[in-house]
């Protein structure tokens, strides 16, 4: 289990720190547009660098060295903003917090352009600026501790700024109801930028901003497993395991928790799993011969983290899985037939010795995804399996995952 929990750690680690060079240009202070490769990290956190290379050339660029970039599909400029810096992480506010602006030089992530624009920052908490005709604000949105109650106040005045932004385009109306959101806010941006563009509609650019929806797989497999035992129990220590195949079938979910993409989505499965093993004795001590059957069909629940590797074939992405998951065993037959070695009697006795209602185990896997089919390779390891408080036992597993996407 130690070596386990190594191996999750390493993947985790390798996977965080994964370079992830993609096509993407910046535009110099100079005016001056550069084709290259930026290292894209799928951002939530607003970059404070971004490293971009050309040919063999690596630099890194902070926000006042550059005017612009652009990289699968976002936008992002680089602007001095006086960004507010008020406090709103509530297990810090008091109510004596004062209103702060701070200037700094960011990158703003483009959600909309036309006459008026909507840009994103994001540090611990989302921040919107909106721009029209040379003027720039940040679009506020606050909360405090109000004095004495202590009772938590929002100041909405980003909905005031709006209505006076629009005030010259009578069909919109920005509704109270407004969500302080990247989504809501980049539709009624959009649907202002149409009302002032009339029939030019190219100058009208908003970001693509629909979420990956989740997906529904049916997936099976078939694993070599080995059953390991350390007992001192009479019986049992005559035992020490062995191999046996474990086919399982279910369903799965995949739910998308990249912010603009994929990459990364959280694999929920549901198995049927079902084994049954057969072992010899390994050293004949207190029996003179017996076999331990091993016989059991168990529900799985897994949650796995997976990261897509990007490639160059927009059907094919290799991928990573690691994550933990929890058994429930619905029946079992495990029992052994022995006889002693100090028998009076040629009768062959039989034991149960049973099985815990419950186990966990770890998962590490690594396969591809091919449009809407899944080939996964997985090793998976349990805690104790066998009911018998005083034995070490653990199954390990090394095998072949397939699904194909329903919906």
Known sequence: MKIIRLALMLCITSVIAQSNYVPGTITTLNNQVLQGEINYQDWKKTPETISFKNGSNEITYKPK????????????ISKLVDLDVTQQQLN??????EVRFEKKHVFLNVLAQGKANLYEYFDYRTHFFAEKEGEFMELIYRKKLQKGNQDLMIFKKYLGQLNVMFNDCSSIKVSDNLDYR??????????????????DSEEVYTKELSREKGAFHVTAGFAFS???????LRILENFDGGGFMTPSFGLAYDTPISKNRNKWTLRAELLYSMFKGEFEPSELKTITEGKMFLEQNTLVVNALLRYKIKSKNENLFPFINFGPGFSYVLSNDNTIDYKRNNATTDDTQTINIGSVETYFSLNVGAGVIFNRFTAEARFMITDKVLGSVHNKNSITNIGLMVGYQLF
């Open 65 to 76: 060295d550059l005017l612009s970039f652009q990289v699968e599909g976002d936008k992002y």
């Open 92 to 97: 810090k506010m008091t109510d004596t917090e």
């Open 182 to 199: 990247r989504i809501p806010l980049a539709k009624v941006f959009e649907k202002y930028n149409a009302c002032a563009a009339g029939d």
């Open 226 to 232: 080995n059953f390991n035992l350390e007992s001192p």
